[in-house]
């Protein structure tokens, strides 16, 4: 199975790049941050995208402080959920989106965030996504835009938490056309072997076009 997780800029605004990078990744699961958030065309805006990218949206969008998560159409949603995570006045909106999902026959959650960039909240952040976590059964794989390092609280807070990170420097994701920092995670909980971690199998070049992020992928097997 194949999952990523990509911060796609300000709900998608290079368009065919970014269009073109979604087709290529060829992922089961889609972890989305910075999702369409306009007021009262969100959700058509969002499952726009999801239609373009071959996936179909299951949760998230502005109500979930822009993350989303789409799945393919093999991927059977058990249930799913999100919620906005409330900031300071004039703040990014925030929030977290869930989803516990099936394949092949087994069971296994996800949970999509964009933490932020204030370091106290995005520690206090990475606690609600880990009770969100806390609400999915079999293997549990968190993704999304954590705004600092491997080295960071948040990700430490994460880790606490039985999560562990299978990526390294080899790969790293911000900003996309020369990037200096591995700010995007993927993380897994629970019985599952990790086979890739990293790099999506795109472009250099393409990646610089379709956002200011680069995508981290992983395949593993439930």
Same mark, same amino acid.
């Given at each position: 199975m194949r999952v990523a997780t990509y911060n796609v800029w300000l709900g998608g605004r290079r368009g065919a790049a970014l269009d073109e990078v979604m087709r290529n990744l060829d992922v089961d699961v889609m972890l989305v941050n910075e999702a369409p958030k306009n007021p009262v065309v969100w959700k058509r805006r969002c499952v726009a995208c999801a239609d373009r990218w071959g996936l179909r949206m299951v949760t998230g969008g502005r109500p979930a402080g822009s993350n989303l998560i789409l799945t393919a159409p093999s991927v059977v949603v058990e249930s799913a959920a999100s919620k906005r995570v409330r900031q300071p006045l004039?703040?990014?909106?925030? =929030?977290?989106?869930?989803?516990? $999902?099936?394949?092949?026959?087994?069971?296994? =959650?996800?949970?999509?965030?964009? $933490?932020s960039l204030d370091p106290r909240r995005r520690l206090h952040e990475a606690t609600q996504v880990l009770a969100a976590a806390q609400r999915l059964r079999g293997p549990v794989i968190i993704g999304g835009d954590l705004n600092e390092p491997p080295s960071g609280p948040a990700w430490q807070r994460l880790r606490a938490g039985g999560f562990v990170d299978h990526g390294d420097r080899s790969w790293l994701t911000f900003p996309?056309?020369?990037p200096t920092k591995r700010i995007d995670a993927l993380l897994v909980r629970g019985a599952a072997q990790v086979i890739h971690h990293g790099h999506p199998g795109v472009s250099p070049a393409l990646l610089a076009r379709g956002s200011d992020h680069r995508p981290v992928v992983l395949e593993v097997e439930l």
């Open positions: 004039f703040q990014p909106r925030r =929030g977290i989106a869930w989803a516990q $999902l099936r394949t092949g026959g087994r069971l296994f =959650g996800v949970v999509s965030c964009h $933490l996309a056309d020369e």
